[in-house]
């Protein structure tokens, strides 16, 4: 049981269940809350994106806890990818690989569109004001003074993530220092915004809390919900780290359950105060930007607060780029590692150590995708990317449960096959809610990783060269 990259490794059990919540509070306060709560309220929940948040805050609990049985079964480094390759096999693993490209490259660009907004707005503050043409996706654009012009490309997202891409190249990695000052960054202008906010809140902006349906499924009522629901479930990827901690767990069956669920509740309760306060100051159809917080703060009126929020927003928006590039490469890296991509995506620089040419290559790719495309169409394709790869997991906890019943497992999912299958249901419920369109991009990639994988990776993979 074990991809060409697994390898047991000996972690000092030292982590408790405040720890481990610390840990997955930092790693998932992120993109997503600064990003897409306003595209959500705006377009399909108005304010019943608070329940949109805890709806998706309860899926991640199912699948959070098949997530640390698999990382505490299969000690290896790596990410879903891995864990699929060991447990579900060959053909699994391409598929959740090729899924998790999407995941990464659709997130960093995702990111990278929100990041434009909040410089766009900062650079306002201080009388420079970027062309809108060259700041938007192609198309016709409303701004906020109500004026419409035709946008043609959104240049300072396709730059930031060219800026990053050169930096992972020349081997310039995130240090844990740096994380760690950005997470505590992101956690004060979440707390910062609450805290200043809520007292500007005009509670007439909640009536009516879930507006009524347009007539079309998704476009507000409780199937608005429930689209808002699988488009904010990006503000919570990032939890699946929390289950790598279970191998230095002191008490995994206690502290893991404790950790991944508090982690999830505390998230859950900052991002719907957020949402509560930030559709209190501002009403939910003006919410469609790249940039909501930035919205909601200058309703405050407090400059050096709107400064802090802009700037601290833009700094952890930065290490989310950064780390979803970097991700996304060394998923290359590992399936070419395993024959299943070319070796070119292997390749490492002798000098810089890094590699090299996936990089580049991942970089002018994900640019392209920021520039072009608007922020709510690369956010549902994140969110259905990682909805699938759930699913995988939480259906690799029952396969493993069959056909590997007597292997140690450090942490037990309580209640399986039940916990899992809830898990399932949850995932493919939100999968549900969101629009044909994304769900026929999903296809498509897919049927394109299979021919990839059927013309290729087939035939070049490790096993197949061990067969041989």
């Not at 590992?334 to 996936?358: E, I, N, Q, W």
Request: hydrophobic fraction near 55%; charged fraction near 10%; include cysteine.
């Amino acid at each position: 049981m074990g991809s060409a990259q697994a390898g047991k490794h000996a972690l000092n059990k030292t982590l408790g269940p405040f720890s481990i919540t610390a840990l997955g509070v930092g790693a998932i306060i992120g993109a997503g809350i600064f990003v897409l709560t306003g595209t959500a309220a705006a377009k399909y929940a108005g304010p019943g994106v608070m329940l949109s948040f805890m709806l998706a805050g309860f899926a991640c609990a199912f699948v959070g806890l098949c997530y640390a049985e698999l990382a505490a079964l299969i000690p290896a480094s790596g990410s879903t990818y891995t864990y699929t390759y060991a447990t579900l096999g060959e053909l699994a693993a391409w598929t959740i690989g090729w899924d998790l490209v999407l995941e990464y490259s659709m997130g960093a660009a995702t990111v990278a569109v929100g990041w434009s907004g909040y410089l766009v707005s900062l650079l306002a503050q201080f009388g420079l004001h970027l062309p809108p043409e060259f700041t938007h996706a192609p198309g016709a654009v409303q701004l906020k003074d109500g004026s419409t012009i035709h946008a043609v490309f959104n240049v300072p997202a396709a730059l930031i993530v060219g800026l990053l891409t050169l930096m992972l190249v020349m081997g310039t990695r995130e240090s844990a220092r740096l994380n760690n000052l950005m997470v505590l960054i992101k956690l004060v202008v979440v707390i910062a915004f609450i805290g200043f906010g809520i007292g500007a809140v005009n509670a007439n902006h909640w009536t009516p809390f879930i507006p009524d349906n347009t007539g079309n499924f998704g476009e507000f009522g409780l199937s608005g919900v429930l689209r808002g629901a699988s488009v904010v479930f990006f503000a919570f990827i990032g939890f699946d780290a929390v289950s790598t901690a279970a191998q230095e767990a002191r008490n995994p069956q206690r502290d893991m359950p404790l950790g991944i669920l508090g982690s999830l509740l505390v998230c859950t309760l900052l991002y719907v105060a957020v949402a509560a306060v930030l559709t209190g100051l501002v009403p939910y159809q003006k919410l469609n930007v790249p940039d909501p917080i930035a919205l909601g703060i200058d309703v405050i009126g407090q400059p050096w607060l709107s400064l802090l929020v802009k700037f601290g927003a833009l700094a952890g928006l930065t290490t989310v780029i950064l780390v979803l590039l970097y991700g996304q490469s060394r998923i290359f890296f590992t399936m070419a590692g395993d024959g299943l991509l070319p070796s070119v995506f292997s390749r490492v620089h002798a000098k810089t150590g890094t590699p090299y040419l996936s990089q580049i290559w991942i970089g002018v790719v994900v640019a392209a995708i920021a520039g072009l495309f608007p922020i709510h169409v690369l956010g549902e394709m994140v969110s259905i990317g990682t909805l699938f790869a759930f699913v995988l997991v939480c259906a690799a906890v029952m396969h493993l449960r069959r056909t590997e019943a007597e292997a140690h497992r450090p942490f037990r999912v309580p209640g399986v096959p039940i916990v899992p299958i809830i898990g399932i249901a949850m995932c493919a419920l939100l999968m549900s809610a969101l629009p044909l369109d994304t769900w026929l991009r999903l296809v498509i990639w897919l049927a394109v990783g299979l021919v990839i994988y059927f013309g290729y990776g087939r035939h070049h993979s490790v096993l197949a060269r061990r067969a041989g």
